[in-house]
T-cell receptor, first 112, second 114 residues
Framework: NAGVTQTPKFQVLKTGQSMTLQCAQDMNHEYMSWYRQDPGMGLRLIHYSVGAGITDQGEVPNGYNVSRSTTEDFPLRLLSAAPSQTSVYFC???????????FGQGTRLTVV | KQEVTQIPAALSVPEGENLVLNCSFTDSAIYNLQWFRQDPGKGLTSLLLIQSSQREQTSGRLNASLDKSSGRSTLYIAASQPGDSATYLCAAIFSSGSARQLTFGSGTQLTVLP
């Protein structure tokens, strides 16, 4: 009964470092997406995918890359971390565009 | 720009009170609207999903309504309990948006006092 699993839960990076936030779902959902949550800004869409091999940009895509080689996995890559990327990152999935969305527990990232 | 707004940002009520949380959206052309609960330091838990063709959904002590013409949704919590204390977020998928993914409000932080 895993649902959406995100790793790691916490991460501290130095400016300029790169890393990958992992997201996996076991519900065979087509749609997956990444959001960041910042105080006073709410949750904002970074990138999303409507199926394996298909990705697109959301509201705040700069500095992030994604790929979707399998239905289950949707990793988010930070190319060169900046302090402005300090945030809580959430991965979500849904069976279809207009069905219930399920979220992971989040990754709290600090860039120093 | 398509936006979702939640007012007030914070609400405090005594235990046992019935309460209503508000959510408004700028574009009536939506696929659906979803309510979530978020506990401090935790992820989002889905509470209720209302499709555009529906007027309301119920789950236990929770009832969510949708009025597309006025651009409003409400989440009604009956007989509130201290365990209901959390931040409640609403999110809409707009039909005309390019991404057609969830657009979130900033949330209402609810405190239920024992």
């Amino acid at each position: 009964n895993a649902g959406v699993t995100q790793t790691p839960k916490f991460q501290v990076l130095k400016t300029g470092q790169s890393m990958t936030l992992q997201c996996a779902q076991d519900m065979n959902h087509e749609y997956m997406s990444w959001y960041r949550q910042d105080p006073g800004m709410g949750l904002r869409l970074i990138h999303y995918s409507v199926g394996a091999g298909i990705t697109d940009q959301g509201e705040v895509p700069n500095g992030y890359n994604v790929s979707r080689s399998t239905t289950e996995d949707f990793p988010l890559r930070l190319l060169s971390a900046a302090p402005s990327q300090t945030s809580v990152y959430f991965c979500a999935s849904s069976a279809k565009r207009n069905t219930e969305a399920f979220f992971g527990q989040g990754t709290r990232l600090t860039v120093v | 720009k398509q936006e979702v707004t939640q007012i007030p940002a914070a609400l405090s009520v005594p235990e046992g009170e019935n309460l209503v949380l508000n959510c408004s959206f700028t574009d009536s052309a939506i696929y659906n609207l979803q309510w979530f609960r978020q506990d401090p330091g935790k992820g989002l838990t889905s509470l209720l999903l209302i499709q555009s063709s529906q007027r309301e959904q119920t789950s236990g002590r929770l009832n969510a309504s949708l009025d597309k013409s006025s651009g409003r949704s409400t989440l009604y919590i009956a007989a509130s309990q201290p365990g209901d204390s959390a931040t409640y977020l609403c999110a809409a998928i707009f039909s005309s948006g390019s991404a057609r993914q969830l657009t979130f409000g900033s949330g209402t932080q609810l405190t239920v006092l024992p």
